[in-house]
């Protein structure tokens, strides 16, 4: 038993150091790719009024996430959208200082189950019905950017096509899990879930998160449509979805670092200089920091909630 617990040790302080190396590595590469002068220019050129639009997305996000687990959770049991909105934002402070986006579903997975009393299992079926919306909702994105833009993600194309089509047998075997015996032990397991494989709460939870995907993912190529127009906008556009789903990989604090240098990689096959991409990433991460910072405060009262709950 020591000997796990020392091999289990090991290999979390290892996942630490590379959650902070591939950052530093990813941004310090970076660095030696672009361009510093012109960078700083770019930096100059972005206008008040693009900052401004993405601080008020950067703020209203929340609000968006908070609405679209409320709708959601009703399916299964009454969750304010204030409480919804706070379990956001702990969501999304989790995913800031933990190395992946799973970390701070966690923190709103248990923030869930306190304020709404139900278990968290219910929890847990919310969530992933959100991560599995939000991932078909980001390769529809992309492969209707695809049909927008020339380029040269011929294969991504295909791909996207693949997962999507994956993706909706995903959904019909939600659908034919729903004559699961309740009474059975896989059935109790996916009470939940049935619960939301109906056609009408699978189209509610896909729309909500394909406004969401769009509302969140608008924030690069508003920073782009600042730096190059819209052409280069669009082209953001078509590589932003895969770069939210590359930077969800545990590997990196936030996705910090490997948000940046995914934006960089893919921005030079659809032809956007690696400086404009850059920002764009940076754009996207801040925003995102910004959207999390109030989770400092709210951890605090889910901390203060748990030991309550304990004490009695």
């Known amino acids: 038993m020591l000997l796990i617990h020392f091999v289990c040790h090991q290999q979390m302080d290892g996942k630490r150091v590379l959650s902070f190396v591939v950052p530093l590595v990813s941004l310090f590469v970076i660095t030696l790719i672009i361009d510093g002068e012109q960078f700083v220019d770019l930096i100059l050129e972005i206008s008040p009024l693009a900052l401004a639009l993405i601080v008020l997305i950067s703020i209203i996000r929340p609000f968006a996430g908070g609405l679209r687990a409320s709708i959601t959770f009703n399916d299964l049991g009454k969750l304010s959208i204030i409480d919804a909105t706070k379990g956001y934002v702990l969501s999304m402070y989790g995913s800031i200082f933990l190395p992946s986006a799973i970390g701070g579903d966690l923190l709103r997975i248990e923030h869930m189950s306190r304020v709404s009393g139900e278990s968290r299992n219910v929890s847990l079926t919310v969530a992933g019905a959100e991560r599995g919306a939000g991932l078909l909702s980001l390769i529809a994105i992309t492969i209707v950017f695809s049909l927008l833009v020339e380029n040269q993600l011929a294969d991504f194309r295909e791909m996207s096509l693949l997962l999507f089509s994956l993706s909706s047998i995903g959904v019909m075997i939600l659908l034919i899990s ?135």
């Open 178 to 312: 729903r004559k699961t015996k309740p009474e059975s032990f896989i059935g109790k397991m996916l009470v939940p879930l049935a619960k939301l494989s109906n056609p009408f709460s699978i189209m509610k939870v896909f729309s909500l998160s394909l406004f969401f995907q769009l509302f969140t993912l608008s924030v690069p190529i508003v920073a782009a449509y600042a730096l190059g127009g819209l052409e280069i906008a669009l082209a953001i556009g078509l590589v932003t979805p895969l770069v939210a789903i590359i930077s969800t990989i545990p590997i990196s604090i936030g996705g910090l670092g490997l948000r940046e240098a995914s934006f960089v990689g893919m921005g030079a096959i659809v032809g956007v200089t690696s400086e404009i991409a850059f920002l764009c990433g940076i754009s996207l991460s801040s925003s995102l920091v910004l959207s999390g910072i109030p989770g400092v405060f709210f951890q605090h009262e889910l901390i203060t909630r748990s030991g309550k709950s304990e004490s009695e």
